[in-house]
């Protein structure tokens, strides 16, 4: 199952809300988790100066980065890397489709990767008739189930204990009451056979050193590892915008995104692969590829603010502290990002009309930018991109219509005052949804009762 | 045009009125001073993260060490770095069924917890086995990760592994669970310093 895209944010979210109250609890107690460990990770150091350091640093490549990429490619095809550009993600499916065919690639397995997921990459493979897993355990479980991932770091988070024993059990046999012990053993097991027959490794790319041609991937399972070490290919999907100048600069940025992802110092596994496996070397791929795609990135570039959000590093830290994406996690903004971050690099990537909801879903409360290890300012993105959105007159009709009698009413006092004695006279319950602006708010809430007497006439009256 | 000509041209168009901005600079590593030496942070987190850490004075005593631990495994896959006195007296055995893995490896991190895995020592004995010793000299502790990396851009292999823990996810309902994919048993034998 894949995504059908955010248009249906508000009837998905409501229907999240409405059907499975228990995604609520499964998500909001793992964000919690995974904040908590965040906020103690973050006073082990001078977080303010790492992230001023971490913001500069990649708002410099982001502002050099045609000179960033040039020397990448220079320095990967020095190393051995084959590189490919994907300008779109046919272009990558494309590319990749052509890796399988040259070497006949039967099966892959897979490291999680969600620029893979945003590419369409499993549904691809398959089409191709190879058989892909995702060796990544909370991304296995959502293959299994047919799911997409509902958080950048924990892509099963909106599942409990028991759905994965249900699972576990009807396709890999372990007993109804296993532990999640023995459920990771089951799935260690079904899955290590797979690594060892698969042709093709395929990963993503945390970041990509422009000096050395490194790419850098953080990890705590190991599967990364395995999937970049065994398969006798690999290839490494890598937004053009994971650049970063200096392998020196990777150290901490290494750092940086596993403190605000997960809290720990760093990933229990990182991966430095600077090519393909050496005349020295016992084991290791024959052959490595990067595809640096863009798919939409260089159309946020070129949005005169929103192109701060190129910042990113996926850490998850804005979803984990978000107060709406808690209630429903991430299948209801209906593309692979979901949270303030997807929120604000949807418009610029997929279009603003294709998007327009997810600049809604937020209450401007800032939590995210506070936790933001690269400083992307995203409430004001938000604002921005509800602003296009009413330059472009892409707002409902009724909220256009009723603002502007609104306008007129306001600028009138008698009207005003005529208006609000009649509306405090209708019960809200029954009249309101039929208001426009009002009306979409209260399909979700039971209305308050109005007011006796108005503001004014209380003003005038002396207010106790 | 090929896409790479056409990404490029929109990456300029992008940026044509945009203000560059500098480097920052070095990263400095701003964190409190703590009172620890290189290896003790290095032990404590690799400890807090779950790893168990051996110290040996010198190369004997982590050679009696080595028959000691071996009694429990009857069979080893060995790094190609690995030298005569730290290979395990039990039979070898390919890593994908060995029970046991022995590495050396190049370095570690103090800041970070992490044993640097070099891919010339081989990479399967490093990740297929369940148990992984790895054996490290105390005067191949880097302070930072940054030092580390500066000193071997010279010398990088394929891949360099950074090792700071046993395999380890929290993907079924948020509980902890080790060795999920690599090894779930990691042994940090620090070798030296006491002399």
């Keep these: ?218 990890e705590n399972e190991g599967n990364i590892r395995l999937s970049t070490s065994l398969p006798r290919v690999h290839v490494a999907f890598v937004g053009i915008e994971k650049l970063v100048p200096r392998l020196e600069d990777v150290s901490a940025f290494l750092q940086l995104t596993s403190r605000a992802a997960t809290g720990q110092p760093i990933g229990n596994f990182v991966s430095l692969i600077q090519g393909p496996r050496r005349s020295d070397e016992v084991d290791g791929p024959e052959e490595v590829h990067v595809v640096l795609v863009d798919n939409g990135r260089t159309r946020l570039l070129a949005d005169e603010a929103a192109w701060e959000a190129l910042r990113c590093v996926r850490c998850g830290a804005c979803l984990n502290i978000c107060p709406v994406y808690r209630q429903t996690g991430g299948h209801p903004y209906g593309w692979t990002y979901s949270g303030p971050i997807g929120a604000i690099i949807a418009p ?103 007011s006796a007497k108005s503001f004014l006439q209380m003003w005038k009256e002396g207010i106790e | 045009m090929t896409a790479r000509e056409r990404i490029l041209g929109r990456v300029r168009e992008a940026l044509r009125e945009r203000d560059p901005v500098e480097h920052p600079g070095a990263f400095e590593g701003w964190r409190p001073r703590t009172p620890r030496s290189p290896v003790d942070g290095l032990v404590h987190l690799l400890e807090a993260a779950g790893g168990e850490v051996v110290h040996q004075p010198n190369l004997d005593a982590a050679t009696s060490w080595l028959a000691t631990f071996c009694g429990g495994f009857d069979s080893s896959a060995v790094g190609e ?70 000193d071997m851009a010279d010398d990088l292999p394929s891949a360099i592994g950074l090792h700071s823990g046993p395999s380890k996810s929290a993907d079924i309902g948020q509980i902890l669970v080790k060795g999920v994919h690599g090894p779930g048993r990691l042994v940090a034998v620090l070798i030296g310093g006491d002399e």
Excluded at chain 1, 395 to 419: D, I, N
Excluded at chain 1, 430 to 443: D, H
Excluded at chain 2, 124 to 138: D, E, K
């Design chain 1, 1 to 218: 199952m894949s995504f059908s895209g955010p248009t249906n944010y508000r009837r998905e979210s409501a229907k999240a809300i409405r059907d499975k109250p228990e995604v609520r609890d499964s998500v909001t107690a793992a964000t919690r988790t995974f904040d908590a460990h965040r906020v103690h990770a973050w006073g082990q150091i001078d977080a303010d100066r790492w992230r001023d350091w971490a913001r500069d640093v990649k708002t410099h490549v982001l502002t050099h980065l045609d000179q960033y990429l040039e020397q990448a490619e220079r320095q990967l095809t020095s190393n051995g890397t084959r590189v490919h550009w994907a300008e779109s993600a046919d272009d990558a499916l494309t590319i990749l489709g052509e890796i399988v065919r040259e070497h006949g690639v039967e099966s892959a397995v897979k490291a999680k990767s969600m620029l893979s997921e945003e590419l369409g990459v499993n549904r691809h493979l398959e089409g191709l008739g190879v058989h892909v897993r995702e060796t990544d355990l909370g991304e296995y479980i959502i293959q299994l189930l047919d799911e997409p991932p509902s958080h950048i770091v924990g892509p099963a988070i909106h599942r409990s204990v028991d759905d994965c024993r249900k699972l576990f059990h009807e396709r890999l046999g372990t007993p109804l009451d296993a532990d999640p012990d023995e459920l990771a053993t089951a799935a260690r097991d079904a899955l290590r056979a797979e690594f060892l027959a698969a042709d093709l490794g395929i990963s993503g790319g945390n970041f990509l050193a422009a000096d050395s041609g490194t790419i850098a991937l953080i």
């Design chain 1, 348 to 450: 610029g990537m997929l279009g603003l009309e294709e998007a327009l909801p997810l600049p809604h879903a937020s209450s401007l409360c800032g939590a995210c930018v506070d936790v933001c290890p690269v400083r992307i300012p995203i409430p004001e993105l938000l604002v921005h991109w509800r602003e296009k959105a009413v330059e472009q007159g892409l707002t409902p009709k009724v909220e256009t219509v009723g603002l502007k009698a609104y306008t007129k009413m306001a600028q009138r006092p008698g009207l005003f005052s005529a208006a609000g004695a009649v509306l405090r006279h209708v019960p809200l319950g029954l009249g309101g949804r039929a208001l426009p602006v009002l009306g979409g708010w209260m399909q979700e809430r039971s209305a308050p009762k109005s």
């Design chain 2, 81 to 150: 770095s690995v030298p005569a006195a730290l290979r395990p007296p039990i039979p070898t055995a390919s890593p994908d069924i060995a029970p046991l893995g022995v590495s050396v490896a190049r370095g570690a991190v103090a800041e970070t917890g992490s044993l640097i895995m070099d891919a010339r020592d081989g990479r399967r004995a490093q990740l297929l086995v369940p148990t992984h010793v790895v054996f490290l000299r105390v005067e191949h502790v880097y302070a930072t990760l940054r030092e580390a990396l500066l």
